[in-house]
């Protein structure tokens, strides 16, 4: 019964987030995005034809990741904004009255929000970059070493975020709480982009402002981890001193500790939110 | 006027069903209390609702109505007391399985169709009902031809009539209705008090929350009148209402004719009309046919009983004196 509760709303929040408007406005996004990257690609290709083969996979995977950046940036505002209406915003409409009186469990209706708002982050994510990759190989004949970790991290990153949001839709408003993510989204990504510098300077108190705020909030450590598996690893020999504090290249790769945290914070997030929405009176 | 029963096979904790007891009733609280920051909104409220039973839910605006209904339904914890649903703890979420509730504030998902919130209605409440029984339910509240359109184009009465089909389709056996008619037209009024009666009769319980005194008044089994978050008066509408009365237009009253209007019951007059206190309507042919017999002219004839709205507006105004919790 509690199973079937949690199915029934994942799928209702799937069919919500496919009939709002905000899955068209993200369709729109990516297609943009993915015609100006199939573009430049293109242009990479045919002006720097002079390039080395290295010169031209770094490129490649510098920019191919600029790319995945903008990708994952359009991943989380959207599930971000789609987590907040989804529990503050039938809070406030009133939408939960009728749902909640039914015989479920509001940890239940939590959880199935969670399941159907990362099946659309990740579904997105991985079609998305799929078609991102597939352009890269087509201009470019570049192919990342490991598309599969990379796009399951995205997709993790995704779902780090909406976890965030979640929790703070069950506490804010709808708006506020979509503002907030992005906003703690963005600081940790600058945090660490900090911290990558201090590395690159040798100041290990600047490089910890990276390493606090990707434990904090694993956004930021799950993004630099997909970034190294769309890169190609002899790059890094050939070319170490460009990815000291480069904001979109990755030198190491992530600890399966790290993964195992990243795991363990969202379950954290996502319990704390149903407790949230358990005390919460309607 | 009859004190809340408040006694009641209780479940035990695991909140089983016992199918050899007399059935529990359809809901049982008792001493429920909620304070919003220093306000308090509810303060030790208990009731019962028999199975089979409908129950009206009175008070002025901010007596506590609503919080007690979301009280009853999990929506708002208690600070303090119980809740029974059908013979279950209000705390068990199954205690809900065979009930059904249409908001004070309703909406419905805006990006489903009609059809679609009812079937996820269903699902949610663990039934199974086919469709074309779906549809029966969005015809009766005259929403057959807009099965298949989105509940965002909806106007606010279509959304409570859907809101009603919403709360009888899982087939339950306790119906809250809050406010239910607050958006309503007059004919759309008249088809929820003929689905209320057809509810009654078919032995559904149903505690409805309104501020239209008539509706009540023509629906109700029985009424808990709540003010200022406490049970100010509860009773059958009969312990409630209490006396009937006799209003006579007279002419010719002689002294005996007065004598036998004084021997009926108290009698209060002005000009040719009289009022007299009575109670028992059957003896009101007599009272005619000796006043005729004594030489009155008799002009009208009209038995009646104080309306449960001057009832309400009587125990309002001069506080609890008849509190029954």
Not at chain 2, 42 to 55: A, I, N
Not at chain 2, 227 to 233: F, I, Q
Request: with cysteine; aromatic share 6%; charged share 20%.
């Amino acid at each position: 019964m509690t199973a079937r509760t949690v199915l029934t709303i994942a799928a209702l929040t799937l069919q919500e987030a496919a009939r709002r408007r905000v899955l068209r406005s993200l369709a729109v996004l990516t297609v943009v995005l993915l015609g100006l990257s199939a573009w430049g690609f293109s242009r990479i290709d045919s002006e720097f034809g002079g390039m080395t083969s290295g010169e031209a996979k770094l490129t490649a995977a510098l920019v191919l990741n600029l790319v995945m950046f903008g990708l994952s940036l359009i991943a989380a505002l959207g599930t971000a904004f789609l987590a907040g209406p989804t529990m503050a915003g039938e809070t406030e409409s009133g939408i939960a009255l009728a749902v909640l009186a039914r015989p479920v469990r509001r940890w239940a209706v939590v959880l199935g929000k969670w399941l159907g708002l990362v099946a659309f982050g990740s579904g997105f994510v991985v079609v998305a970059g799929l078609a991102q990759l597939l352009i890269v190989q087509t201009t470019t004949g570049y192919w990342p070493p490991d598309p599969v970790t990379g796009l399951a991290l995205l997709a993790g990153q995704a779902a780090v975020l909406l976890t965030l949001g979640l929790l703070l839709s069950t506490a804010v408003s709808p708006m506020a709480s979509g503002i907030v993510a992005v906003g703690l989204f963005g600081s940790t990504w600058i945090a660490g982009v900090v911290g990558g510098v201090g590395r690159a300077l040798n100041n290990e108190s600047v490089e910890r402002v990276g390493t606090v705020s990707r434990m904090l909030l694993p956004t930021d450590g799950l993004w630099r981890g997909a970034m190294n598996s769309f890169q190609d690893p002899t790059l890094l020999t050939q070319f170490s001193e460009a990815f000291k504090g480069h904001p979109f290249l990755s030198p190491t790769g992530l600890t399966g500790t790290y993964i195992g945290w990243a795991g363990l914070w969202v379950f954290l997030v996502l319990a704390l939110a149903a407790l949230s929405f358990q005390r919460r009176d309607m | 006027m009859g004190p809340v029963s408040a006694t009641t096979a209780r479940p035990d904790a695991a909140g089983e069903s016992f199918a050899d007891l007399p059935p529990s009733p359809a809901v049982w609280c008792s001493g429920l209390r909620k304070r919003y920051r220093r306000r308090t909104a509810v303060d030790g409220v208990s009731f019962t609702v028999e199975r089979g039973e409908v129950m009206g839910l009175l008070g002025p605006n901010g007596a506590g109505k609503t919080s007690v209904i979301k009280m009853l339904l999990g929506l708002v914890r208690p600070d303090a007391g119980e809740v029974l649903l059908l013979g279950r703890p209000g705390s068990d979420p199954f205690a809900r399985t065979r009930v059904g509730y249409l908001p004070e504030l309703f909406r419905y998902q805006p990006w489903l169709t009609a059809a679609e919130v009812l079937k996820l209605h269903v699902r949610l409440a663990g039934a199974t009902v086919p469709d074309e029984r779906r549809r029966e339910y969005l015809a009766m509240v005259g929403l057959a031809d807009r099965a298949g359109d989105r509940v965002g184009g909806f106007s606010k009465g279509m959304q409570q009539r859907l809101g009603l089909a919403v709360a009888l389709v899982a087939g339950p056996e306790l119906v809250i209705l809050d406010e239910p008619t607050s958006a309503l037209d007059p004919l759309g009024r008249a088809d929820v008090r003929d689905l209320l009666l057809s509810l009654k009769d078919r032995g559904v319980a149903v505690l409805l929350n309104s501020h239209l005194i008539g509706e009540v008044e023509r629906v109700c089994d029985r009424v808990v009148i709540l003010d200022k978050g406490r049970v100010a008066a509860s009773g059958t509408l009969a312990e409630l209402l209490g006396q009937r009365e006799l209003r006579l237009r007279l002419d010719e009253v002689g002294p005996a004719a007065a004598a036998r209007l004084a021997a009926a019951g108290q009698v209060t007059s002005g000009g040719d009309a009289y009022t007299v206190a009575l109670q028992d309507d059957a003896v009101i042919p007599d009272i005619v046919a000796d006043l005729v017999g004594l030489g009155v002219r008799v002009h009208a004839v009209e038995p009646g009983r104080i309306s449960l709205e001057e009832r309400l507006l009587d125990i309002l105004r001069t506080g609890h004196s008849e509190e029954h919790r």
